[in-house]
């Protein structure tokens, strides 16, 4: 295609992080944010449906902008001088697609729907979840006609891949936890969000997207940041007047969009190391994409203010 490795990272991290930033239904932040601050699960669903295209389309363009300057003249890539760790690896030829592999295509289609319909109806989450992909290994083996050993090994194959990934999380999640059983976090949290009661509600909806950008660095997962900050943010959210509702939206935002360049993601850093490009060159190619990102969520969190967003489902205070 006559393009870099910069691209392929921008077209994987932009979309996921984009993804995760605007989704309707994602269990490991809506479910959970809208739990801790007493609100109805998937409440204001269509605000969240309304924004989702035009956020994916402002990271499209930015993407493709690269894209179409470096297709145009390939001096001007980012990646000049930078090795590729895959360059020396030949195409691999695959077979058509039979039946076993639509059948495979199938289950996974109905296990995501599975998924889907156990968190939204009987509160599954990690566990349940775990228990139904599980099941789902174990239904593509029998549809690919794996054996036994095969399939064991196909599995540890996998696991083998993730190794490293999965001490970057370790490492993560320990600095987290010495900052919040050290009540670090707690105050670091509690004397970010003081300024807050001290301006209008719209600029402190910004606020609170600012501050959840900026605490996501020091906790990279999700549901964890839901846990340290929305029991603070929302009853903050009652006192300066801004919905809890648009709280658990500057809480997604601020979360979902800042993972795409905060160097504590494991996933973030496992992709660029597998791509071969550096921290610095993603640094200064994801910035602006955040910035744009960010100025439109500002944006989105202003007017969601403006018009009451939430107030239908805002809890009465005694």
């Known amino acids: 295609m006559r393009l870099d490795a910069m691209t392929a990272v921008g077209m994987i991290v932009a979309g996921y992080g984009i993804g995760y930033g605007v989704s309707a239904f994602n269990p490991f932040t809506v479910l959970i944010a809208q739990q801790i601050a007493g609100i109805p699960v998937y409440s204001g669903l269509w605000l969240r449906l309304a924004i989702f295209i035009p956020f994916v389309l402002i990271g499209f363009h930015h993407v493709w902008q690269y894209t179409k300057k470096v297709a145009n003249d390939p001096s001007k890539s980012m990646m000049i001088g930078v090795p590729c760790p895959l360059e020396n690896q030949t195409a691999t030829s695959y077979p058509a697609l039979a039946l076993r592999h639509k059948l495979i295509l199938g289950s996974f289609i109905i296990t995501l729907a599975i998924a889907v319909w156990g968190i939204a109806t009987k509160g599954w989450y990690l566990y349940e979840l775990g228990g139904v992909f599980i099941a789902w290994g174990v239904v593509v083996a029998i549809l690919g006609k794996l054996s036994a050993d095969e399939a064991a090994n196909k599995f540890i194959e996998g696991v083998s891949d993730l190794v490293t990934t999965a001490v970057l999380i370790g490492v993560?999640?320990?600095?987290?936890?010495?900052?919040?059983?050290?009540?670090?976090?707690?105050?670091?949290?509690?004397?970010?969000?003081?300024?807050?009661?001290?301006?209008?509600?719209?600029?402190?909806?910004?606020?609170?997207?600012?501050?959840?950008?900026?605490?996501?660095?020091?906790?990279?997962?999700?549901?964890?940041?839901?846990?340290?900050?929305?029991?603070?943010?929302?009853?903050?959210?009652?006192?300066?007047?801004?919905?809890?509702?648009?709280?658990?939206?500057?809480?997604?935002?601020?979360?979902?969009?800042?993972?795409?360049?905060?160097?504590?993601?494991?996933?973030?850093?496992?992709?660029?190391?597998?791509?071969?490009?550096?921290?610095?060159?993603?640094?200064?190619?994801?910035?602006?994409?955040?910035?744009?990102?960010?100025?439109?969520?500002?944006?989105?969190?202003?007017?969601?203010?403006?018009?009451?967003?939430?107030?239908?489902?805002?809890?009465?205070?005694?």
């Open 172 to 318: 993560a999640r320990g600095i987290a936890l010495i900052l919040e059983d050290g009540q670090i976090l707690h105050s670091l949290v509690h004397g970010m969000s003081l300024p807050l009661s001290y301006v209008s509600a719209e600029i402190s909806a910004i606020g609170m997207l600012v501050i959840q950008t900026l605490l996501n660095t020091f906790i990279p997962s999700g549901s964890g940041q839901a846990y340290v900050t929305m029991p603070l943010m929302a009853p903050l959210g009652d006192l300066v007047g801004v919905p809890r509702q648009v709280a658990v939206l500057a809480y997604q935002f601020g979360d979902g969009f800042s993972n795409m360049i905060i160097p504590t993601n494991a996933v973030l850093m496992g992709i660029l190391g597998m791509a071969g490009v550096p921290y610095g060159h993603w640094f200064r190619f994801c910035l602006p994409l955040l910035i744009k990102l960010m100025v439109a969520a500002s944006v989105v969190l202003v007017l969601a203010v403006m018009f009451g967003y939430g107030l239908d489902v805002q809890p009465t205070l005694n």
